[in-house]
C-alpha cells in the first residue's frame, strides 16, 4: 500500500514454509454491479456467525515493539494467539 516493493526473506519462504498472497477486499467489489450491497450482506453473515459463536475472535496480546523477541516466541509456542506489536512502550491495545 506503501508504493514500495515488498521484501519478504526467501528463507521464511522455503524453510517455514510461508505462502504470501494479495487480497484486495473492496477492489473486488469496486467490480461488482452491486458491489456496495453484496460488502453490506457480507459483514452482516460473518457479524451474525460471531454472534452464533460459530466464528470466535482470536486472543490478542499486545506489547511494545522492543519486545519483539518475546512476541515471537509467544507466535511460536500458541498458533491461537495473536502478537500485535505497538510502537507504545506500554502493553496497550486500541
Not at 504470501?20 to 451474525?48: I, N, P, S
Not at 475472535?57 to 516466541?73: D, I, Q, T, Y
Not at 502478537?83 to 512502550?89: D, G, M, S
Request: net charge positive; hydrophobic share 45%.
Amino acid at each position: 500500500m506503501a508504493r514500495q516493493p515488498l521484501v519478504i526473506p526467501p528463507g521464511a519462504l522455503i524453510f517455514n514454509n510461508i505462502t504470501v498472497k494479495g487480497f484486495w477486499l473492496t477492489g473486488g467489489y469496486a467490480q461488482m454491479e452491486h458491489g456496495c450491497k453484496a460488502k453490506e450482506l457480507l459483514v452482516d453473515r460473518v457479524v451474525a456467525l460471531f454472534r452464533q459463536k460459530v466464528l470466535k475472535p482470536a486472543r490478542v496480546e499486545c506489547m511494545p515493539l522492543s519486545e519483539w523477541r518475546r512476541g515471537l516466541e509467544m507466535y511460536r509456542a500458541s498458533n491461537t494467539t495473536k502478537v500485535l506489536l505497538t510502537n507504545y512502550e506500554e502493553d496497550v491495545c486500541l
